[in-house]
């Protein structure tokens, strides 16, 4: 496993009322492995999960403690999922739930706890409770040791932040494998400091998450751990609708940049499916199209092979469209159209792939009039490299 | 790309009344691209196509031509799949059937025609007319040349035969990659000197591939040209029971061989789901594992992740279980049971993963009393060289 060193200064604005903590419990051997994001109050609180249904101990915990729309901390391990680890694993993150809420004076429902790593093995509850019974936590107003301690096989912190009038949302995400989002993805967190009542907090979460997150594929597996949590601290009356639109541009550049980090990628396809019957076909085409292995590694081999496109767009179950109508460009030009009665654009498009690292893929269906863009990337030697090496 | 030399005689045995054609018109540069079947008489026949939308030129030539149950020769072109290419592809294709039905005499509607390798360019058309128009065919009662005339990235030729009372059946497959069979499967003709009747010869065909073909994958992808095409000349009668039996086992033999072929694979992993609710949900949860590309690419690391392969359950859509149930088996040992409350045999199953390239995963849901088995294999650097080089 290697990691692009870079740096990265505290440079996202962050949002009144929330500050952070990261450090190193003994869960991974060296790095960051132990984050908070705590609250100076109680937060409204929404989140959505992994619709995996071999999930974390985590997900079951994190739904009964989001169900009353409140929070007021984030508790996040890393090395290890906790998942599938029995009755075990759930007294174990209730420990840990325990410890922290001991430590900052929280009570543990109000805390959501998450674990990202290695899907089976027990956590080190002991260290973790040692270090946390011995430890002073020092909470800082800078997120970032939290964004580290959140990594997995993520070759770098991703943390974006937007202003809508005098309130700020600001997201931090991990992920870089295992990722079809299904309804929430990766571990996510956006925090805002803008006034949102408890009945409104959850739909713009899942407004906003169904047009980012869950448009992302990197290897077409759903986690067992995925959480998006959205918290806000009240402390700004902003306009409604500036703020879910804020809200739903945070979230797909925090999905772009999970996609950007993706195991072993090298470029990333944007796929627009165009004039379907209704948005769910235009979707399973694309998600068709970037999950294709064949595709995929084409896009790896800079080689403007549509046929394979082709191939994907027509394994789609339920996909109707007229062979005879449909067109393919990559970028502008046009690479498949009037049934390939012509050749077109082979070479520039050779060189568009080549010399781009965004690619950027359009399927006319001329069939309906909905649309839908899904983003995915390339599978390289380093994506069979870190899966094959990242061992249990 | 690169492939094994591996010498095979004509070991299997011919049923009576079928010969055999293979040689180099011009398609590929140097190897064989050009391939017959042609029986001595009309025979009884059926035929299964791919389900991909984005079909090839002569899938549904073929279909047409084998709806009245009857063919006489196959003609087989590789090198170009001759998909996605508008008219002047189905013309192409019936250039060369007319070819190939005067110099054998042989009417056109009892030909079925095939093509294989990459989507997108047209035939050679004037090389292959030119070719059929001087040489005259000189038919073989060996397979051998018919079966390298129809590879593409395959690695060796893939034949079977078993033989029924009198009667023989024999088999010819190719395919490495672009294969989830969806119905139908790359190219594989099936002969029988068996005497079948016209309507007996389609749900038997039909039979066999459910249980053979339509278990297995290799990337997910759902080629544009696949064909499993039966054969019967009709020279002996034998049991039907038998014959069904016969053809089961040989169909899975030569899907086998596939999987056994596949691109870049060093291990093929048979995955049997259990006591499931039903047989489709069973084949789904089997599909889940053996296409997640975190599975494979452990298999191919022999890791014995097995919380990746509860992952690929967990996401299955539709599947139904109780975690606390299931039991995952490599082989004999269990890996994980009884959600994990205790570490079970993963030295011995690191071992077993290790020496063995047949790889048994059992996964019993003790949710219902359905079965369904499913092969596929790992995902390797070679499989995305392949992939990544093989080119437009």
Redesign the interface.
């Known amino acids: 496993m290697y990691r692009k060193v870079l740096f990265m200064g505290n440079y996202e604005k962050v949002p009144k009322g929330f500050k952070f903590y990261g450090t190193h419990v003994g869960i991974k051997k060296k790095r960051k492995d132990f984050g908070l994001i705590v609250a100076d109050a109680i937060c409204h609180a929404a989140a959505v999960f992994t ?5 974390g101990e985590c997900i079951p915990i994190g739904r009964a403690h989001v169900e009353n729309a409140e929070l007021q901390a984030v508790v996040v391990t890393s090395g290890i ?1 906790n ?7 759930r007294e174990n993150e209730y420990r840990i739930l325990d410890s922290v809420s001991n430590q900052l004076q929280i009570e543990t429902n109000n805390i959501l706890p998450s674990s990202t790593g ?3 093995p027990q956590l080190p509850i002991d260290l973790i409770e040692t270090f946390l019974d011995a430890e002073t936590i020092e909470l800082k107003e800078n997120y970032e040791d939290f964004a580290h301690a959140i990594l997995t096989t993520d070759q770098q912190i991703k943390v974006r932040s937007i202003t809508i009038g005098e309130a700020t949302i600001l997201g931090v995400v991990k992920g870089s ?2 990722i ?1 989002p ?1 309804m929430a993805t990766m571990l996510a967190y956006v925090l805002t400091d803008a006034k949102i009542e408890k009945e409104e907090i959850y739909p713009m979460l899942k407004t906003a998450v169904d047009q980012s997150f869950n448009t992302i594929s990197i ?6 751990s995925d959480t998006v949590a959205f918290l806000a601290s009240r402390h700004y009356d902003v306009d409604k609708a500036a703020l879910q639109m804020g809200l739903n541009q945070l979230c797909k550049e925090l999905a772009l940049a999970v996609v950007k980090d993706a195991e072993g990628a090298t470029k990333t396809m944007f796929v627009t499916v165009k004039n379907a019957e209704s948005k769910e076909q235009a979707k399973l085409a694309g998600k068709s199209i970037i ?4 595709v995929k ?2 896009l ?2 800079n ?6 496109i ?7 179950e339920g ?1 109707v ?1 007229d ?1 005879n109508k449909v067109e393919i460009y990559y970028g502008d030009y046009a690479i ?1 159209s ?4 012509e050749k077109q654009h ?1 070479d520039q498009i050779a060189a568009y792939i080549k010399q781009h690292e965004d690619i950027y893929l359009t399927v006319d269906l001329h069939h309906g009039t909905e649309c839908f863009e899904v983003i995915g990337c390339d ?3 380093e ?3 870190i ?3 990242y ?2």
Chains 1, 2 share one sequence.
């Open positions: 619709k995996n249904t071999f999930c999922a998942v599938a680890t029995g009755q075990t694993g290695v899907i089976g494998g295992m079809e299904n290897d077409s597996d759903t986690s067992t999950n294709s292995p064949l590694t084409a790896f081999g080689d403007p092979n549509w046929g394979r082709a191939m994907a767009l027509g394994k789609t996909l469209f062979l498949f009037n049934n390939n009665e082979i599978l390289s030697y994506y069979v490299k899966n094959s090496d061992s249990t």
